[in-house]
């Protein structure tokens, strides 16, 4: 029997509940009097349908059937699960959710996305108060995991189990916050930066621009897959969460904010929070603390970077300055001698390239390899304005091999021999180093192709001219070992 979930309100946070349950496997029902409803929600569900699958390893279930309805009772019949997310109005949200439970299932949920409202302002005057919970999300919706989930004493228990389990079943982060209070917690502590960002910028400290620079270049990444607690916990170091208090702590009374009204600073205060950060992290030593945050925050910042994006696009930035430094730049024309294979890359081994048995993933030798074809290419002259013009070359066949393990950490070298340069063929061998050691070869043919029409076809005199004079040196090495050998060839 397939799960319903109704959507009332249409905008960003409505279309991304739509999105959420939708491509996880739920028929939804919008109800939304905007005449713009379905083009809004069919825009944020064609950026869902490109993402949220991708954070997968699995297949997600099939998609469910979306439909809009101009009646309310219609939309709402049947549904399991009912989404409100009208505007921040509290007399709007008290007529809509008289209206719904006046025609709805009394064992639905009636989730309200409500930033502001506790959910016992939500239930005043309902018919039926134990079915209004507060479930708050974070934009954009199918991405972020994160959902307050905030009940009354009207709630019971079993209800606000089924509806945790419920969200936990879309991929989402339900948090069960304990008291009912203004703005939950994720938007009490937004605010409080919100409003010390509001005046440093009026003081004329810093420009918008400036304060979001600080976030996303330093405490936010941290925030990002530690939070607070568990950050200053690490800043802490052996010593943990008392030390930190205690070196810190009075900064509290200090006038570095314009936000005063902090709490007494107590031993009592002291030990509830050393003693909850104790429950939270003390089944680590701070030494692995430190590498569970490298870690996180090395698939972070790789994330960031291969967007472009925030501190990312620092990173990408550093990387031009080091490659322009080294000797993987430059074009043949330039090269002098072109005798011995040529090193087409040299890089560490990031940490999200390694898997479960410590060592270099096979997908990551393919992308290693892949990646000095593209220099090679580069080389001879197919470079972006080439490829931009309408040319390039893909790649019609791969042959790799894994001759030793490749670590976290450790310098890889590839050496590429060009067996063949002529015509629309480029046959590439690549071996892959460390140190004076072999660990993997990768043998490439690539076939030039017009990116018009996407057949083969002969690429430019000079990429043929440099591809002739390096095959031409190339072709007095010996052939290198393993080359055209295919799985279960003799040794």
Request: glycine residues 10%.
């Amino acid at each position: 029997m397939s799960k319903v979930a109704t959507i009332l309100g249409g905008g960003v946070i409505g279309g991304g509940w739509a999105a959420r349950f939708l491509l996880n496997g739920w028929d939804v029902r919008v109800f939304d009097p905007d005449p713009e409803a379905e083009r809004k929600i069919g825009e944020v569900l064609a950026n869902a349908r490109r993402s949220l699958p991708g954070l997968s390893d699995v297949a997600l279930p099939p998609e469910g059937a979306l439909s809009f309805h101009s009646d309310m009772a219609e939309a709402v019949a049947g549904a399991s699960w009912i989404q409100e997310s009208v505007p921040e109005r509290l007399e709007l949200k008290h007529k809509v959710l008289t209206q719904v439970q006046a025609v709805c299932d009394p064992t639905a949920v009636i989730g309200s996305s409500t930033s502001g409202f506790k959910p016992s302002e939500l239930q005043q005057g309902a018919a039926r108060p134990e079915q209004i919970v507060v479930t708050h999300p974070f934009n954009p919706v199918y991405l972020l995991p994160l959902v307050e989930l905030v009940a009354s004493p009207a709630n019971p228990a079993d209800r606000v189990a089924g509806a945790k389990a419920t969200l936990e079943s879309l991929g989402m982060f339900p948090l069960h916050v304990r008291k009912e209070i203004d703005a939950h917690i994720a938007d009490r502590l937004l605010e409080a930066v919100w409003r010390e960002s509001l005046w440093l910028v009026k003081d004329g400290v810093a420009t918008t621009a400036e304060i979001d620079e600080a976030i996303r270049m330093g405490f936010g990444l941290r925030w990002a897959q530690m939070g607070l607690f568990e950050t200053y916990r690490v800043a802490g170091g052996e010593a943990g969460m008392k030390h930190f208090m205690a070196q810190f702590g009075p900064c509290l009374q200090w006038p570095w904010t314009k936000l005063m009204d902090v709490p007494e600073f107590t031993e009592e205060l002291v030990d509830l929070i050393a003693g909850q950060s104790d429950a939270q992290s003390g089944h680590m030593s701070i030494r692995e603390l430190e590498r569970q945050r490298d870690d996180n925050l090395v698939g972070i910042l790789r994330a960031l970077k291969a967007q472009g994006w925030g501190a990312g696009a620092v990173l990408g930035a550093q990387d031009v300055r080091l490659k322009a430094g080294s000797d993987l730049t430059g074009y043949a024309e330039e090269m002098g001698d072109v005798s011995q294979p040529i090193v087409t890359l040299r890089r560490a081994v990031p940490l999200d390239w390694t898997d479960y048995n410590g060592h270099m993933n096979e997908s990551r030798y393919l992308q290693a390899f892949c990646d000095a074809s593209d220099r090679f290419m580069e080389l001879v002259g197919c470079d972006a304005d080439y490829i931009a013009s309408g040319g390039s070359y893909f790649t019609a066949e791969t042959h790799i091999r894994h001759l030793a393990e490749a670590h976290a950490g450790d310098v890889i070298e590839v050496r590429t021999h060009l067996l063949m340069g002529q015509g629309k063929k480029m046959h590439l061998f690549h071996t892959m180093y460390r140190g004076d050691e072999a660990v993997a070869t990768g043998e490439h043919m690539l076939i030039h192709v017009s990116l018009e029409t996407r057949r083969s076809s002969p690429p430019s005199a000079r990429i043929e001219a440099n591809m002739a004079r390096i095959a031409a040196a190339h072709g007095a090495l010996p052939l290198p070992e393993g080359a055209g050998r295919f799985i279960g060839a003799p040794r």
